[in-house]
């Protein structure tokens, strides 16, 4: 009887999970198979779920229409720059609130969780005016500012949880044998958190590749646009250009989709690390 509620059970489960992955990666499908679509057959009824004849004007005419190829490296550009650098800060003061004790470190611990339960778009407009008056708008390197300031709370809280896990005696055993606290650090520490970092990273890439708001705000002109404020250039008021935005998404999609594909294990590393202090 046991063994029969459990085999029901796996079915219920196997069935489930299926039906999830089908609700999950259709949408994707569906992006995938419209972007080789000719601009006749898009609309055609009944629903093709399958092209008859590929095309590849798509692709063609987003590069023909637009410069998507320097939206396509401004994003490169802005997301690797703010990751790293996000990254790379955030470990520090991860590593200053997970070995030092201080006066203020619950209160800059909940300020920083606090921070990623404020919509982003309510900053929109002191925002904008700091970066005028700063005269960063429509310049690559304020958007890099902005995405690292916005990056850094989360992933600090999310560091922190990796050094907590490292025991002390390892970073006190360098420093006994001649090392600096940076030396430790940098030598010993960094190498153990390999896969919390570059956890850390992809998640600051990620998001800063797909950020929307703060770039439709901030950048005005063809030269310092992204991939997110171009996908949005396909929607205007009368027409959305199916084709053109589909073939983009799919060209958007592919980076992160190879990046944690490459990364993908150590992702699966740095998150159980972190997620339970030793």
């Keep these: 009887?046991?063994?029969?509620?459990?085999?029901?059970?796996?079915?219920?489960?196997?069935?489930?999970?299926?039906?999830?992955?089908?609700?999950?990666?259709?949408?994707?499908?569906?992006?995938?198979i419209t972007s080789f679509k000719p601009a006749g057959a898009i609309?055609?009824?009944?629903?093709?779920?399958?092209?008859?004849?590929?095309?590849?004007?798509?692709?063609a005419g987003l590069f023909d229409k637009s410069q998507f190829g320097v939206y396509l490296t401004n994003s490169l550009i802005?997301?690797?720059?703010?990751?790293?650098?996000a990254t790379v800060i955030s470990m520090l003061s991860a590593y200053v609130l997970a070995r030092f004790e201080f006066r203020s470190k619950t209160a800059l611990l909940m300020a920083a969780l606090v921070t990623q339960m404020i919509p982003a778009f309510i900053a929109l407009g002191p925002l904008y005016l700091?970066?005028?008056d700063l005269q960063l708008v429509d310049n690559r390197f304020g958007l890099i500012l902005v995405y690292v300031a916005v990056c850094i709370p989360f992933c600090t809280v999310m560091?922190?949880?990796?050094?907590?896990?490292?025991?002390?005696t390892l970073e006190e055993a360098a420093m006994i044998d001649g090392c600096s606290r940076f030396g430790a650090l940098f030598?010993?520490?960094?190498?153990?958190?390999?896969?919390?970092?570059?956890?850390?990273?992809?998640?600051?890439f990620v998001n800063c590749w797909n950020e929307l708001f703060l770039s439709v705000t901030l950048m005005n002109s063809d030269a310092n646009k992204t991939v997110p404020t171009a996908l949005n250039g396909f929607i205007s008021s009368f027409n959305i250009?199916?084709?053109?935005?589909?073939a983009a998404a799919v060209l958007t999609i592919l980076p992160t989709m190879v990046l944690f594909a490459i990364a993908s294990r150590h992702i699966v590393q740095g998150l159980t690390a972190g997620a339970v202090k030793g």
Aim: glycine share 6%; proline share 6%; aromatic share 18%.
């Design 241 to 246: 250009d199916w084709g053109s935005m589909s």
């Design 130 to 132: 700091l970066m005028t």
């Design 187 to 204: 030598r010993v520490l960094l190498p153990v958190m390999k896969p919390g970092i570059i956890a850390a990273f992809i998640f600051n």
């Design 43 to 59: 609309f055609s009824f009944p629903l093709a779920y399958w092209p008859e004849d590929f095309s590849l004007e798509n692709y």
């Design 78 to 85: 802005v997301a690797t720059v703010a990751g790293v650098a």
């Design 159 to 168: 560091l922190r949880g990796f050094f907590e896990n490292i025991p002390d």
């Design 1 to 32: 009887m046991n063994t029969k509620e459990s085999s029901a059970g796996k079915a219920v489960r196997i069935g489930f999970l299926t039906l999830w992955l089908i609700f999950t990666v259709f949408p994707l499908y569906w992006i995938a």
